[in-house]
């Protein structure tokens, strides 16, 4: 396949290429194999900053605090954020680097605090993070310490909690993701001797995620024994024989498959000739997979791996002018070439990790219907199609925890990736030959015309929470292109 980028296959340790798996569910049905791996708590560092095969996660929970009268219930925002890896190898430990949780105290609360509240605030909470795998959980006990704040003139308070978790041991492969609970919230003012304050149990507001993190554990694959060979009579072969006859007995090739969780896209493709642009309905991928090939016996990882799915587009209703000035109006349809007996359309796309940039070539038929011109309609027929396949080449960042957006590019290096032509129209008109008249309007038979596909990936839409996907998040805006 071309890449515009000009990046070459090479092999990496597996566990650093396999770093942005994390957030893909794989759907092992696993059991939980989570457990506290240490039992000290050590002195709490500087955090630093995230390396490589790391994530930055954070997480926002919306809570009611009943606090004592009078400031009565408030409701508040803790966002929750650490540094995990985004894998582990099994047998190994996990560790929640710089761990916080942050939130604003009202105000109403902070003046209520007993004597000693304007040197400031201090206090603790208490949350838990738990770890969930296949239908399995495991609670893991978090204390937060907020160190002494300043309380300001006016307004709120912002205090920010720190945590220094042992490390977690993870004895199963699969995705481990861990989840914030509702904490119990205590404050009080900072001097030396000031009078404690009953703990404040909050809880979730209904209808939001809670998931902080998502980790894959990682096992390498298991080795088969081999059968001794049995004695043999025969002379032994020269040393050049021995080494030619063992190659084939390398072990293979070993493909990690993934499932990808939801990925939405949006589509559109502007026309040159038609000065229009067409812009697909949301979609979904189907049967998304992510393949990793692991190369023995050290198990690295080849660059590329594979993204590879299905995808199929609803019908569209497009308005143009046609021959720069007559007013058209159509439905058009993206399809595969075997749209006879086929809806979905395949793709195939070559993932460089090193770059996060992704690469594909997909093909399509168009086919057009109801149309009308200048207000008249007239009768395509059911398959007024392209006479060949519409051929795209398309390419851009991408990455397979959030997605992004695959593109052709008019000032690309490669010609594939510059555009796309529109092949001439065949099959159209009941009554009479339309197909040169539409070819007349739209074909090209060069690549002018440009077209853009953006994906995301809803790793924190999961479906126990969000059963209808259209409730997600919405999509990024998408620009037409060119």
């Not at 989840?179 to 404040?200: Q, S």
């Not at 799915?309 to 308005?319: C, E, I, L, M, S």
Request: proline share 13%.
């Amino acid at each position: 396949m071309p890449n515009p980028r000009g990046h070459s296959a090479r092999r990496r340790p597996a566990f650093l290429a396999l770093a942005v798996l994390g957030a893909l569910s794989i759907g092992t049905g696993a059991l939980t194999g989570v457990s506290s791996a240490s039992t000290e708590t050590p002195t709490p560092a500087a955090p630093p900053p995230v390396s490589a095969g790391e994530q930055s996660v954070s997480k926002d929970i919306v809570l009611d605090c009943p606090f004592a009268a009078p400031a009565g219930s408030q409701q508040i925002t803790l966002t929750v954020s650490a540094t995990v890896p985004a894998t582990v190898p099994v047998g190994s430990a996990l560790k929640f680097r710089s761990l916080t949780a942050s939130f604003t105290l009202p105000r109403a609360v902070a003046v209520q605090l007993p004597p000693g509240a304007p040197d400031g605030i201090r206090g603790g909470l208490t949350l838990d993070l738990t770890a969930r795998q296949g239908d399995k959980s495991t609670a893991i006990p978090a204390p937060f310490t907020i160190a002494a704040t300043p309380m300001p003139p006016a307004g709120d308070v912002k205090l920010t909690a720190t945590a220094d978790l042992p490390e977690q041991a993870i004895t199963v492969p699969g995705k481990v993701s861990f989840d914030v609970g509702a904490p119990t919230i205590a404050v009080k003012p900072a001097a030396d001797g000031a009078t404690e304050t009953a703990p404040v149990a909050c809880t979730l507001l209904p209808d939001q995620t809670t998931t902080l993190a998502s980790i894959l554990a990682t096992g390498a694959p298991t080795a088969v024994p081999k059968k001794p060979a049995e004695p043999s009579t025969a002379p032994s072969p020269p040393p050049s024989a021995r080494r030619d006859a063992a190659t084939p007995q390398d072990d293979p090739p070993f493909p990690l498959i993934t499932p990808l969780d939801y990925v939405q896209v949006a589509a559109t493709s502007s026309v040159y000739r038609l000065g229009a642009t067409v812009a697909s309905a949301r979609t979904g991928v189907l049967n998304g997979t992510w393949t990793v090939l692991l190369i023995p016996p050290d198990y690295l990882q080849h660059d590329p791996s594979t993204i590879s799915g299905n995808v199929g587009f609803r019908p569209v209703d497009a308005t143009f002018l046609g021959f720069g000035f007559v007013p058209v109006t159509a439905t058009v349809e993206f399809l595969p070439v075997d749209y006879r007996n086929s809806k979905l359309i395949e793709f195939t796309g070559k993932l460089v990790l090193s770059g996060d940039f992704l690469t594909t070539h997909i093909q399509v038929m168009a086919r057009m219907s109801n149309a009308r011109i200048n207000g008249v309609p007239l009768d395509l027929g059911p398959d007024c199609v392209t006479a060949k396949p519409i051929s795209l080449s398309l390419s851009g960042a991408y990455s397979a925890l959030k997605g992004g957006i695959l593109s052709t590019d008019p000032n690309s290096p490669d010609p594939d990736y510059r555009g796309f032509a529109l092949p001439p129209f065949v099959h159209c008109g009941t009554a009479e030959p339309l197909s040169p008249l539409l070819t007349g309007m739209a074909s090209t038979t060069t690549n002018v015309n440009q077209a853009k596909v953006v994906n995301v990936n809803f790793g924190s839409c999961p479906a126990k929470d969000y059963p209808d996907h259209t409730k997600c998040k919405p999509i990024p805006s998408t620009p037409p292109p060119g």
